[in-house]
């Protein structure tokens, strides 16, 4: 409202000129928009130079009152083209000043604002890279653990000479090409680890031979949903480090589904009496997982006498 009767302070009575009227808005508005964009200007500077605010604001205020002193000292000129403002320069120095502090408010508002974007955008930024780092952390602690189970393995192979040491290396060899090559990925598709898990199993069969058995029966449509990778591999390395596998008490792991959004691990209950020492990358690794994946109760644990299970959620 100030600026609609910037310097005319007649523009309700009858008698005054409309040209005279239109043309003092006229100026009265150029000159906002003069000072909107020297102090945007000004805002911009000390911003990019990150100085304080109260420096900017100080500068801002002497900048418009020059401004604003040396349009009140023209308005004789603006007399002599016949459009009178009506004003005492008093007056019009007064609303013209109450527009400034206006248009510093405005301004102020809205970096404020911005500036609370920014952080917030920022935060974000840390927030995810923050979580990024946490499940790097927490994935390359299956990496080691996987190397050191197929190397013991191998030694075994090695030192029974064993005829299949060689075929063994070399699929030690693909599959951990396969997990360098998908160690930057949080999640791969139901597909991508069930492929990596065949040929892991390869590797326990020539471990354990007949003294288990993996069983792996999913539904085709589910292989493009998603699964925190190598949690699979995982879980295969958990019932094997947990149980007891011997030719009276063979393992028996069951890999299916019953729900498309789901993926069930089962294996036959026989708890080893002096269970190893926790290494820290079983469940309790593949429950952080999930959670920094915003998924909570991605993992459902299942036991009975005879049994135990482990039902993870697919994403989409």
Known sequence: MPGISLLNNNVFTGAVDPRRVAGSWIIGFLFLLLLWALDQWIADRFKTAKRPPAIRLGIQTLVNLLLITLLVNFSGFLDNLRL???????????????????ILSVQATLASLSEKEDILLANAELQNENLRTRFEVLKQQVNPHFLFN???????????KDDRAEPFILKLSDLYRQLLSKNTA??????????????????????????LHIDIDTWPDSN????????????????????????????????FQ????????????QVKLSAEESSGIGLDNLRKRYELLQVHNGVTIGRTETKFSVTLKLLE
Do not use: W
């Not at 019953?258 to 036959?268: G, P």
């Open 150 to 160: 197929a190397l013991s393995t191998l030694r075994i192979m090695v030192r029974e």
């Open 84 to 102: 009178d403002t009506h004003s005492t320069p008093t007056l019009a120095f007064i609303k013209l000043l109450l527009a400034s502090l206006i």
């Open 224 to 255: 493009d949903k998603k699964i925190p990778a190598f949690s699979l591999q995982l879980l295969i390395e958990n019932c094997i480090k947990h149980n007891i596998i011997s030719s009276a008490k063979p393992l028996y792991i069951r890999i």
């Open 258 to 269: 019953r729900q498309d959004d789901t993926i069930l691990i089962e294996n036959n209950l």
């Open 186 to 211: 949080q999640t791969v598709t139901l597909g991508e680890e069930l492929e990596f898990l065949r040929s892991y199993i390869y590797m326990l069969q020539a471990r354990f031979e007949s003294l």
